[in-house]
């Protein structure tokens, strides 16, 4: 008789546990989305005719893509730009101590608190941001954050960057830190500039890193609630309101959970297909490569 | 026979796994299917006895240890909490609090009476909660169980007993709820209502229509001494419809008809959105996203000369001597009427219930907690704590006048929205339907568009109106 290595056995309960709570949410979900919650009517169909013309869905998908891209990106960029910068110029170890920790506050940080501070540094009468911008000449008259579709956007996403930036950047540069010396010894005798040890080493090495980031914090900021809920509620109008927002509206203000059911289940479908075509160019420009 | 283990191979774990997914898919999804939820609903719902508990005295009635009340993090729980120590004394009963967050506290309660059971042996529910608890049937019935009758006691409010039953008894009725017979399932014990707060320093005498209040605001409004003539609370939803509600019904305005037609693009809302806009206009800079923390820090700073508030903001903040630079410059006065309107405050109340799902001994000792409560010894005691009183005489208790001057425009609120329910008129309140909360958050995000410019005052309530009716119709409203 065959009998199992221990450490299969001892992932045993945990993958059960696992698989159980998860299979049985998304069943719920998937019943809830067909059969109305309430009086058990099939109405997949309906919920499927409402979803093709229903405006605030498309309106809050394309305010989410928007959201997702520019913060992806630029977390990514900053983040990446930070750490650079640590990595070459920052070279006392106390004072990379003191700055990573000054790194982890943002993260430690509630989004609902972050969400607080954002209104109170974009609220225009006492805000700090328009006075910085007024100091600095940017500006002449206050800027009203939150009236306008476009800069209401701009302080959600800044507060988001503010939070999410320095965890790239604490990724970013623990990748840095592992990069062996020798390899910018080597790139030294044979006169690469910065801007090719970049390129041709650091870029190189942190590839999987950038790849792993792309896709969690593509996944995270297509979950983007708290920070709108309490910044702008999804206003003025409809113009910050994401996906989950709207998928909280549905669920939670109007009660109707067969729709938001069907919404979530569109929303993992979404997020499944963006991972699994971040994974297959992880797989192709990474970890192939290497095998 | 070899005692060795033999290896097992990745393809031969992943087989395994792939084995015990499927039967657990498979076993759990029929499980899930085969069982109907009614049977699982019924079967709690059979262990909830329907004896008729007014018969019961306190002698035949074991006393519970404990009674949990879920109540709302926030200066609305003040008094409640306050007296509770006092109850827990004299009945030797604990009592203990599930204190969570306004939406949290909402869901929560949804999704334990959804399954047919409460946590809860009374809760603290918003008014705006009501028709939700009464078209579910998820509360006790006080005249049933208890023999309470509505208006029986002429210290509470009219407008306390009115929020607490279901159907309502005036304005339209959502459909499949007309031929229900009405009952009294809740009574406030937080007579929050809105007031109205000006600055004395600058305005002569307290406005008593909406045009006064323009034309003060007009006249005071200097931003270049930053100091404006009114204040907005415009965040989307809930908080830009609460705020614009009085403005609509004292133009004679309101969201529906007794026959479920939308009102809101009749003249008299187009009108009072109009007039709420012209206020936004000398209202400090982003009261479109104002809420009402913002709403308060503007008067208790003394950039704005007037708003409409809520007791708590007063409290808390406009009559804080830690935080307001205006504390001897303001007055406290009743919300501006309109036409056949004393007074258009609105009730911002929260009641207390008893869930049907606790037993008989609970119900009983719950309902003594509510009877004691509004009681005007204790009341007054809540009221001394910061606890917002409802009873008429402890309103006009000469020591709470003093020490909380907001009392004497509560009982006005009061008596506005109590002359309404003796003209036949609904009270001063949102409309009483289960789909409120979708109602509110619908008119509330065109509200603060239109107050953000999005919108013009037209266009915004027509697309209101279209959305509710595309929302409400395939609910059996007979809406138009």
Known sequence: MRKLKPYYILNLPSLFFVFIIGTYLILFAIKTSIFDYKTGEFILFSNILRLAKDNYFLSSLNTTVIYVVITVLTTIVIGLSIAEFLHYF????????????????????????????????????????????????????????????????????????????????????????SIPKEVYEAAQLDGASKIKTFQYIDLQYLKPLIFLLLIFRTADEFKIFDIIMVMTKGGPGFSTETLAVYLYRVSFKYFDLSYGALLALLIMVVMMVVSSVLNKLLWKEVIQPFR | MSSEPKKVGRRTFINYIVTIIATGVIVGAATYFAVPKEAVTKTIER????????????????????????????????GIKAVAPLFEKEYDIKITFAEY????????????????????DLIMSDDVWMPKWGSEGWMTPLDVEFGLKTYENSDIPKTSYWLGSWPPPTGPVPPGEEKKSRHLYGLSIVGNMQV???RKDLINKPPETWDEVLSNAQKVNDPSKGIYGFVVRGMKGEPATMHFLPIMKSFGGDFFADDWRIRLTDKEVIDALKFEIELKKLSPPGSENFDAAERARAVAMGSAAQAITWPAEITDFILNPEVSKVMDKVEIVPVPGGKNLPCSAHTGNWLLCIPKF????????????????????????????????????VQTDPELVKKYPYQSALKAAYEGSDTRIEQGLPA?????????????????????????????????????????????????????
């Open chain 1, 90 to 177: 920052v070279q006392n170890s106390k004072l990379r101590s003191f700055i990573t920790l000054l790194l982890i506050f943002p993260l430690a940080t509630a989004p609902v608190a972050v969400g607080v501070m954002g209104r109170l540094i974009f609220t225009p009468e006492y805000g700090i941001m328009n006075v910085i911008l007024q100091q600095l000449k940017v500006i002449n008259e206050e800027i009203k954050w939150f009236s306008e579709p476009l800069t209401a956007l701009t302080a959600v996403i800044f507060m988001d960057l503010w939070e999410w930036t320095p965890y790239v950047t604490l990724v970013a540069f623990a990748g840095l830190q």
């Open chain 2, 358 to 393: 606790i037993p008989n001994d609970k119900k009983y000792w719950a309902f003594e907690f509510m009877k004691w409560i509004l009681t005007p010894n204790v009341q007054k005691e809540y009221a001394l704590s910061g606890g917002i009183p409802v009873l008429k005489t």
């Open chain 2, 196 to 198: 109205f707060v000006y």
């Open chain 2, 428 to 480: 001063l309140c949102y409309p009483r339907t289960p789909e409120l909360m979708a109602i509110v958050t619908i008119v509330g995000t065109y509200i603060n568009a239109a107050l953000a410019g999005l919108e013009t005052a037209e266009s915004a309530m027509q697309k209101a109106k279209e959305e509710l009716i595309n929302y409400l119709k395939p609910k059996g409203y007979p809406v138009y």
């Open chain 2, 47 to 78: 262990t909830v006895t329907t004896t008729v508990t007014k018969s019961l005295t306190s002698a035949t009635v074991p006393k519970p240890s404990s009674l949990t009340i879920g109540i709302v993090a926030g200066p609305e729980s003040k």
């Open chain 2, 101 to 120: 967050p306004y939406d949290a506290l909402y869901e929560k309660y949804v999704t334990t009476f959804e399954a047919g059971m409460s946590s809860f």
